[in-house]
């Protein structure tokens, strides 16, 4: 991607595009505005988008929305999900799927360390 800048996920329709028309892999922080971890991890978050410049960054307000949350199994502030869209699954000649597919869910605060090394792996997710 050549916009260093985090999407915030406003309505389903864009979580719709995101996950249907995606076509970069996918960190989606989970959070919310009052909750002192989600302002940390935010800061971590930051810095890995300019150490990953290939991956779309976005952020998902629970306040405000919900539902997607709740089809990823998020149950808790802070977490960070990441995600495959379905183009690039299909362009890997991966059987289509109707939903992206999750790599891994990290719930709670993570370091900027430990969040590195796991980018760094999903960045050979095939």
């Known amino acids: 991607m050549t916009d260093m800048s985090i999407i915030d996920i406003k309505d389903t329709s864009m979580w719709d595009d995101l996950t249907r028309k995606g076509q970069f892999l996918t960190v989606i922080e989970f959070y919310a505005p009052w909750c ?6 935010a800061e971590v ?8 410049p290939g991956m779309a960054f976005y952020r998902y307000n629970m306040d ?13 502030i802070p977490s960070v999900v990441l995600m495959v869209p379905i183009p690039l699954l299909a ?8 939903e992206p597919k999750v790599i891994e869910s990290i719930k709670g605060f993570t370091s900027a360390d430990v969040l590195r090394e796991k ?8």
Request: charged share 25%; glycine share 2%; net charge positive.
């Open 36 to 41: 002192r971890e989600s302002s940390m991890m």
């Open 45 to 52: 978050i930051d810095k890995m988008m300019a150490e990953f």
């Open 64 to 76: 405000k929305l919900y539902w997607e949350a709740k089809m990823l199994y998020v149950t808790g």
């Open 91 to 98: 362009a890997a000649n991966i059987e289509y799927l109707s």
């Open 119 to 126: 980018l760094k792996a999903f960045m050979n997710w095939k």
